[in-house]
């Protein structure tokens, strides 16, 4: 069923699924948290596509946010996520706070994003800025594709099924993101948001 429900999943949202690790991609000593962060985010102020909302997570102890996101048809995600700097760039860490389907129906997918993460796994993104604009790239599994037939030996990785796993340790991922950051193929995926005014 959850395989089913993996390769289902990209189908909807256009093909697009982002590069997971099985360890975070933070240390305690990496975790910053900016306030102008907070809030609701969309990609267009007059019709939005896509909602992303950023709150206070007072039960995490990695000092994390909470993280919605809503697309238009009311597909939603809910997510931890750690805001860490990594050099001089910052990345956010996100990971799943929910389970992506209800526990009496599997079929009945609640938190629909979150079925990216069908074991506990952890995504980066890169934020290049935080301002009159939120500035996110995202990762994109086939672009990595193409990125570790240039590099095979940068990260380790678990492929099944086509489907590529990073494997590598906390410390190796950071050294991992810090030398290949700039590297388009690793974070293609650019999203231009705007602050929604309440």
Not at 39 to 58: K, L, Q, Y
Not at 115 to 133: C, E, M, N, R, W
Not at 154 to 169: F, G, M, P, R, W
Not at 184 to 192: H, Y
Request: with cysteine.
């Amino acid at each position: 069923m959850k395989k089913i429900l993996f390769y289902a999943i990209p189908i909807l949202l256009g093909g697009c699924v982002p590069i997971l690790s099985v360890n975070p991609f933070f240390t305690d000593l990496d975790v910053v948290f900016e306030e102008k962060l907070l809030g609701a985010w969309v990609d267009d102020i007059n019709d939005p596509d896509m909602t992303w909302m950023f709150s206070r997570n007072e039960e995490d102890p990695n000092n994390a946010y909470q993280l919605s996101i809503i697309n238009r048809e009311g597909d939603k995600g809910s997510f931890n996520a750690v805001l860490m700097k990594l050099g001089s760039n910052l990345f956010l860490d996100i990971y799943p706070n929910k389970e992506p389907w209800d526990e009496e129906d599997p079929n009945n997918i609640k938190f629909i994003f979150n079925a990216f993460f069908l074991i506990p796994t952890h995504s980066i993104i890169k934020v290049d800025s935080i301002g009159q604009q939120l500035l996110l790239k995202l990762t994109q599994d086939e672009e990595f594709e193409e990125f570790i037939k240039d590099y095979p030996d940068a990260i380790q990785y678990a492929d099944n099924e086509n489907v590529k796993v990073l494997t590598a340790s906390t410390k190796e991922l950071q050294a991992f993101i810090k030398k290949y950051s700039d590297d388009d193929r690793l974070f293609p995926d650019e999203n231009k948001l705007v602050r929604k005014e309440e």
